[in-house]
C-alpha cells in the first residue's frame, strides 16, 4: 500500500484522525525545529517555537488550503512565530557562541560551525529567515519567496545582502582584524 501524502493526511486529520496527525508530526517535527533552532539560535526556544508552531498548525488545518506543500505552510508559521519571539523578547543578538563537545580533531568544525551560527545569528530577522530556509531547510529561493509571501526578487535581494553580510562577518571578524 502507498504511504498517504501530506494532503490526505490533512483530509484525515481534519475528520479527526489521531493518527494522520502523528504521521504529520512525525515528517515535519525535524524540519520546524530545525527552521526555529535556526532562527531563535537557543535549543530551548526552538523547542518551545516549533511546538507552538505544530499546535497553531493543527488549531488551524481548517485554513490549510492546499496550494503550497504542508511542510512549507508551516514553516511560515515557525517563522512568524520565532519572529515574535524574538521581537517580545528583543533578542536579536548574536547566538551562544559555545563550540558543541566533540572527538578531538573535530573541534575545529565544531568551532567554525559556531562561528557560522553566530554570523548567521547576528542577521537582521528577515535576512536570517531567508538563509535558513534556504541553507539550513533545502527550500529553493521560489519556494522561500512563497513561504514569506514576498516576490522572489526580495528574497534574492535579501539573501544578497545576508550573503555579504556573512562574508564580511566570517572574513574581518569581529575585532575587526582580517583573518
Do not use: C
Not at 488550503?65 to 519572529?83: E, M, S
Not at 566533540?102 to 559556531?114: D, I, K, L, P, Y
Amino acid at each position: 500500500m502507498d504511504e498517504p501524502d501530506d494532503h490526505d493526511l490533512v483530509t484525515r486529520a481534519r475528520a479527526g484522525s489521531k493518527e494522520a496527525l502523528a504521521e504529520l508530526f512525525s515528517r515535519h517535527w525535524t524540519g520546524a525545529w530545525r527552521a526555529a533552532y535556526g532562527l531563535t539560535g537557543e535549543r530551548a526556544m526552538a523547542d518551545d517555537v516549533a511546538q507552538d508552531a505544530f499546535e497553531r498548525a493543527i488549531r488551524n488545518l481548517g485554513r490549510f488550503d492546499g496550494r503550497r506543500p504542508f511542510g512549507a505552510w508551516l514553516h511560515r508559521i515557525v517563522v512568524n512565530r520565532a519572529h515574535d519571539v524574538m521581537r517580545r523578547e528583543r533578542r536579536f543578538t548574536a547566538l551562544d557562541g559555545r563550540a558543541e563537545e566533540g572527538v578531538e580533531g573535530r573541534q575545529s568544525e565544531a568551532a567554525e560551525r559556531a562561528e557560522v551560527r553566530a554570523a548567521i545569528a547576528g542577521l537582521d530577522f528577515d535576512r536570517r529567515a531567508v538563509v535558513v530556509l534556504h541553507y539550513w531547510l533545502g527550500h529553493p529561493l521560489t519556494d522561500v519567496a512563497k513561504i514569506l509571501d514576498l516576490p522572489v526578487g526580495t528574497v534574492h535581494s535579501r539573501m544578497s545582502r545576508a550573503l555579504g553580510d556573512l562574508r564580511i562577518r566570517l572574513e574581518v571578524g569581529d575585532a575587526g582584524q582580517p583573518r
